[in-house]
């Protein structure tokens, strides 16, 4: 019995930092961020122009070729989420016929299978100013 309690002493101190740690950072593990300067940031200017590109084709697929295009103008605001891999939150800016037009997406990347997967790809209830 005397023997557990170091250990138990070594739990309650590991777990004690974590928690410190996480509470500085003021953010809890799975929780969205905000991404700032989304305009230049590259990575997420490729994951929206992925993002359309993947609606297209599915699109054109169930459509059989007789869908309107979207056309991928940039990202506008986003947010991630890491979980199993990173799970983006974007809003894109695109055309449609000339008109311009914004959606919402879901994009998850998981880095390690070297993976992208759209979840989501939806009108935006945001309009354009």
Do not use: W
């Amino acid at each position: 019995m005397a023997a557990l309690i170091p250990a138990v002493a070594l739990v309650t101190v590991t777990m004690l930092a974590c928690l410190v740690c996480g509470a500085s950072h003021g953010t809890l593990v799975g929780s969205k961020t905000e991404i700032t300067d989304v305009k230049r940031n590259k990575e997420v200017q490729d994951l929206g122009y992925f993002s359309v590109e993947e609606h297209n084709r599915r699109l054109r697929q169930a459509l059989r070729g007789m869908a309107e295009e979207t056309k991928f103008v940039e990202v506008v605001e986003a947010q991630k989420q890491v979980v199993a891999g990173t799970k983006y939150y974007l809003k894109i800016s695109a055309t449609q016929s000339g008109r311009s037009v914004m959606f919402d997406t879901v994009v998850v990347v998981q880095p390690g299978l070297a993976s992208k997967d759209l979840l989501s790809f939806a009108p935006s209830s945001q309009k354009i100013a």
